[in-house]
């Protein structure tokens, strides 16, 4: 069964902390992975990670793909409120376009 | 440029009313996604087309629910008699291609609420 799990659900942290969001996957007709954020309603694109790219990085964000493991994670450096949101792990699988979502980490960030 | 946009914002219905839900997707892309939020879930697929091709209705939960999109452009999602189990946010979404290697786009959503 294609299953995504996300953990933790939800996670308080303070302003300049580090934060670690895990995502595991199915292996079956494996073809991408993908990290949203959403804050208040449409969920925006992050990374995307495919066999042939393992780890992405844009500033403060970064993210690893391991595929032995199966499982990814998106980590957040010096952490702001304004990293505060739902972060959301998807795969794509054979050659459809749809995509399998985890239930989302709920990540507040105070100050 | 303009992303995707979708109306009404906020739908309240009767149970057991029909309602449409739009989307109008980005411009020149050709593959059109709709999802549904619960609280407290991730998204659920429902429905996607790409082109002329027959759309993959493969997560529709049930009979109640019918998508079209005309034109290769906007959709509108359809759920008749509408339950109380319906009440979700609904999100369109929209790439250049199907294949899953190409980033997805979300619309705000519309969050559809029957009492």
């Known amino acids: 069964e294609d299953k995504v799990v996300q953990s933790p659900l939800s996670l308080v942290v303070h302003e300049g902390d580090t934060v670690t969001l895990n995502c595991s996957y199915e292996v079956t007709n494996f073809r991408s992975l993908l990290w949203y954020k959403q804050e208040k309603k449409a969920p925006t694109f992050l990374f995307m990670l495919t066999s042939s790219g393992i780890e992405k990085k844009s500033g403060r964000l970064s993210s690893i793909l391991d595929k032995k493991e199966l499982s990814s994670i998106l980590n957040i450096t010096a952490t702001q409120t304004g990293d505060s949101a739902i972060y959301l792990c998807?795969?794509?699988?054979?050659?459809?376009?749809?995509?399998?979502f985890g239930q989302g980490t709920t990540l507040q960030v105070k100050p | 440029g303009a992303g995707v946009s979708q109306s009404p914002s906020n739908k309240v219905t009767e149970k057991g009313k029909d309602v449409e839900l739009r989307c109008d997707p980005i411009s020149g892309h050709t593959a059109l996604y709709w999802y549904r939020q619960s609280l407290g879930q991730g998204l659920e697929f429902l429905i996607y087309?790409?082109?002329?091709?027959?759309?993959?209705k493969s997560g529709l939960p049930s009979d109640r629910f019918s998508a079209e999109r005309t034109g290769g452009s906007v959709s509108t999602l359809t759920i008749q008699r509408t339950q109380q189990e319906d009440s979700a946010v609904y999100l369109c979404?929209?790439?250049?291609?199907?294949?899953?290697?190409?980033?997805?786009?979300f619309g705000p959503g519309t969050r559809l609420t029957v009492t």
């Open positions: 087309f790409q082109g002329n091709s027959a759309p993959d």
């Open positions: 979404a929209s790439s250049t291609a199907t294949s899953v290697t190409y980033e997805q786009y």
């Open positions: 998807a795969r794509g699988s054979g050659n459809t376009g749809k995509l399998i």
